[in-house]
Each structure stands twice: as structure tokens, then as C-alpha cells.
């Protein structure tokens, strides 16, 4: 069933904005993709877009109009993990909704403890904030790992989920800035996580995140460069 | 469905409210079973929610008794994803809407409730959260209601409904009794300004909820008022 336009107003640097941006690769949707610049921001985004100015949203269905000429007509959309799960719902037989209830409520319970235990402490480490210490990262990745099942590839089974989309773009920022060392951390807090994470014990987390930064869906809506390069600006490098 | 679904709960948890209102408005089977929970049995956190709060869900697996939960039912925990269980195991029971844009709306709307209702609200019971923060929250999903419309989203009572529902309930509470412990006087202060002509549209959409039998069922006033009088006596100033 042909589905009504999709467009897209997203920013490279954004991890939420990535998790559509994946979602939309893995089910091969057609999108318009728009590129939101956060620091300077176009007027016609909030009245027109999303009154919290925020990425990413979606303009679903109306008149087929240039993006930066959004219609009235088109539905607006906001909130990362509601837009994954929209695009789902576009395409369930995608399978990035898994097919059964039990399932689907152990990917939304993983996307929680992202959203809680993990999300929130990788700004503080990033931002220096002295709560964001190495430990307060590992506590999120044990979360995280102690939710994995094992024996298989992604979060909630061998499929590619909603679980793994929530998590992928929030890791791989964390591991640009750790191994290049930028951000407002200090560097010995940097070092202490990695090297905690050598530890035999985090071996199952291991293979699953290089498993998630493999996925192609992910490689072609990451943008390491602008990343890099953005988080050094924003944040500086470790001392 | 013939899989058995048991619901750990407790009275006074407007989260486990929730759950029991879609269970309900969804005419699902269930069992529920009270957790006290200042004093937990041990088995709850070992067998059921390790994390040791209600709401949580054991579905399938033999039928066993509640207090001897069996490893072979699947574990469901937090409110938000047991509402998606719910509609996901109750497809036709309209907690969620069919159409894609329906429930991406049913969503936000819980979205914005957990953040900008159910947050704010709670913190100014118990004295931690500012009163125009409340105000602001229920402006804003005010907002979010269409005209004329008694549901908050589409034309069925959905899991947006049963999420805020027990929020509505506390807000009746606090604005009727000014029982809470923010500033003495703040609750009826916050119920006056929700009678204003700005808010005309909430108020009809939380009488609605508040009228409806499920409520009654999942909600003891009494008991939750009884509860406040003991829990907040001491005031913020």
C-alpha cells in the first residue's frame, strides 16, 4: 500500500535524530531528508515544523511541497522514539517492530533503560559535569548488558529492532569522543572507561555494540566528520 | 487469549491505576494482586520485578498461584510499556488506534503527560515541584484535545486516557481537599484557577475520565484521601 511523503527535518549531530534516520533505512521507506542547522535555526521551523524547535520531526502525508515550505496539511510529528515507532507502523512487515507482544515489551523495556540509566549520563560525561564519572557510564552499560539475551545478535533476538535504533547513535557518539578524546571529561575518567571495558566481563556488550555500529543502516546516517568536529567545538578535548 | 496475565499491584500507585484502567476498559481477564509494599515479600523482587516496583505483569506460563509466580511466564515491567503490551495483546480493543498517525498521537500524548502532567504534578504533592509547573503542564495538554471530542485522542478511549486518568484523579483530591505537601491553601488556589474559562476544555475532558465507571473501580478516593491526611502533614512553607 503506497504511503503518503515523508520529510524529514533532522541534523547530523543529533542522536535522536539519527534513531529515524535509521529506522527510515532499515524499511527502505522513500523520505525527504532536511537539514536543520542547531545553531542557526530557519524561523519557519518552530510556527510551521515544531513549536519545540527540536530534531527530529516529521511532516507526514499533504500536498508534495519543498521541505523548508511545510503545508498546513501535513501531520507534524516530534519525539525520536514515537517517530521509530511510526515508521514501524508504516512498514510492520520491516520486522524492526518485533511480531510478538512479549517481545515487543522487552525492546520498549530496553529502549527505557536507554532513555534512563544510560542516555542521560553520556551528556554529563561529555559535558563535564562531575556527576558524569566513568563509573555512572559503566552502571549504564551493565544495564544495558544485562538485558542482552544470550546467544543472539541484537537486543531482543537475532532481529534488528527499535531497541538497537534507540541505543546505536547514543553508543557510537560516546565511542567518537572516548577514542578521540574530546569532550569536557577529564582525560583519566576517559581512560578508566576504556579500560573497564576490556574486561572479559563485557564481552557480551562488546560483540553487541560492534554488531550495531556494523549495521549498514547506521553506517550510512552516521556522520563521524561533523560529529568530531561538532562535539570538539561544543565540548573541547579532554585534559 | 488464552494466556493468563496477572497484575501486581497496589492501591495507592496512580501507575499501577493506569494498567488496571486499560486492563478494565479493555475488558481483559486478570488477576490482580496487592503488593504491600513497605513490606514486600521476597519473592516479588526475585520472581517477578527485580527492581521491586509496581506495576508488573507476568503473562502466560502455567496457572500457578500470584505469590508463587512461575519462571515461565514472561515478566512486564513500567507502566508505559505494559500499556503497549496491553494494546499490542488487545489489538481491536482501541487502547491504541489502528491508523499510524492515530497512535503516534496516542503516544505523544502520553509523552507529554508522564513529562509535563504526571511529573510536575507529583513533585508538588510532595512538596518538591513548583505549582505554575503544574499549571503549565495541564495547559499544554490542554492543548493537545481536539474540540468536542470526549477522548483524547480519536473516538475510543485509548492508552492516552488510562494514563492520565489517575493523575485526574489526584488533581481532584488535592484541589477539593488542599491535601498535599505543598504550601497550605495551594491545592484550592490551583482548583480556583482550573475553574477559570481558560481551562474549559480540560475540565470537560477530566470530568469525562472521572465519570467513567473504570475509574470507579480502579480508584479509591476515600482510601487515597485518607492516605494524603496521614502521609502529608508536615507543609512546605
Redesign the interface.
Known amino acids: 500500500m503506497p504511503h503518503e511523503q515523508i520529510t524529514l527535518y533532522t541534523a547530523k549531530i543529533c542522536p535522536y535524530a539519527q534513531r529515524t534516520e535509521i529506522a527510515l533505512a532499515e524499511v527502505g521507506a522513500p523520505f525527504k531528508r532536511y537539514e536543520i542547522d542547531l545553531g542557526n535555526k530557519p524561523e519557519w521551523y518552530a510556527p510551521k515544523v515544531n513549536p519545540a524547535s527540536k530534531v527530529p520531526a516529521i511532516a ?2 499533504g500536498p508534495d511541497v519543498p521541505p523548508e515550505n511545510p503545508s498546513p496539511e501535513s ?1 507534524k ?3 525520536s522514539l ?2 521509530v ?2 515508521i514501524g ?2 512498514y510492520p512487515s520491516s520486522g524492526i517492530v518485533p511480531a510478538n ?2 517481545q ?2 522487552q525492546a ?2 530496553f529502549i ?1 533503560v536507554v532513555s534512563t540509566k544510560f542516555g542521560p549520563n553520556f551528556m554529563k560525561f561529555a559535558s563535564g559535569n562531575p556527576e558524569g564519572t566513568h563509573t555512572v557510564l559503566l552502571a549504564g552499560v551493565d544495564a544495558i548488558q544485562d538485558l542482552l539475551p544470550d546467544g543472539v545478535k541484537y537486543a531482543v533476538n537475532d532481529q534488528y529492532t527499535i531497541a538497537d535504533i534507540a541505543l546505536a547513535p547514543f553508543w557510537a557518539r560516546l565511542t567518537v569522543m572516548v577514542q578521540k578524546g574530546i569532550g569536557a571529561y577529564k582525560d583519566e575518567e576517559r581512560k578508566s572507561f576504556l579500560k573497564a571495558l576490556e574486561d572479559p566481563k563485557y564481552a557480551k556488550f562488546n560483540g553487541y555494540v560492534q554488531r550495531l555500529l556494523a549495521r549498514q543502516s547506521f553506517k550510512s546516517t552516521f556522520h563521524e566528520d561533523v560529529v568530531a568536529e561538532i562535539f570538539t567545538k561544543r565540548f573541547g578535548l579532554a585534559k | 487469549m488464552s494466556e493468563q496475565l496477572t497484575l501486581y499491584l497496589h492501591k495507592l500507585s496512580p501507575y499501577s491505576a493506569k494498567v488496571e484502567l486499560a486492563l478494565v476498559e479493555a475488558n481483559a481477564p486478570y488477576r490482580a494482586y496487592q503488593i504491600d509494599l513497605p513490606n514486600k515479600p521476597e519473592w516479588f523482587a526475585s520472581k517477578v520485578n527485580p527492581v521491586g516496583k509496581v506495576p508488573a505483569v507476568t ?2 506460563g502455567p496457572n500457578v498461584d500470584p505469590d508463587d509466580p512461575s519462571p515461565l511466564s ?1 515478566k ?3 507502566s ?3 500499556l ?2 496491553l494494546a ?2 488487545y489489538p481491536d480493543s482501541g487502547l491504541l488506534p489502528k491508523d ?2 492515530l ?2 498521537k496516542v ?2 500524548f502520553i ?1 507529554v503527560t508522564t513529562k509535563q502532567v504526571e511529573a510536575p504534578l507529583y513533585d508538588f504533592i510532595r512538596g518538591q515541584g513548583s505549582y505554575d509547573n503544574v499549571l503549565k503542564g495541564i495547559e499544554f495538554i490542554q492543548g493537545l484535545l481536539e474540540e468536542g471530542t470526549d477522548f483524547a485522542v480519536g473516538d475510543h478511549y485509548s492508552n492516552a486516557d488510562a494514563c492520565i486518568s489517575p493523575a485526574l484523579a489526584r488533581l481532584k483530591i488535592i484541589t477539593e481537599t488542599d491535601l498535599g505537601k505543598f504550601p497550605v491553601g495551594m491545592g484550592y488556589k490551583l482548583g480556583e484557577e482550573l475553574k477559570g474559562p481558560k481551562f474549559a476544555k480540560f475540565r470537560k475532558y477530566a470530568q469525562g475520565m472521572l465519570d467513567r465507571p473504570s475509574l470507579k473501580q480502579t480508584h479509591d478516593e476515600e482510601y487515597t484521601i485518607t492516605f494524603f491526611k496521614t502521609r502529608f502533614t508536615e507543609r512546605v512553607q
Do not use: C, K, Q, S
Request: aromatic share 12%; no cysteine.
Open positions: 507526514y502525508g501531520t510529528l516530534a519525539e514515537i517517530l515507532e511510526f507502523d508504516l507482544p512479549v515487543r515489551a520498549r523495556f527505557e | 503473562y502466560g514472561a512486564i515491567a513500567e508505559n510499556v505494559i503497549e503490551f499490542d495483546l499510524p498517525v497512535r503516534a503516544r505523544l509523552d
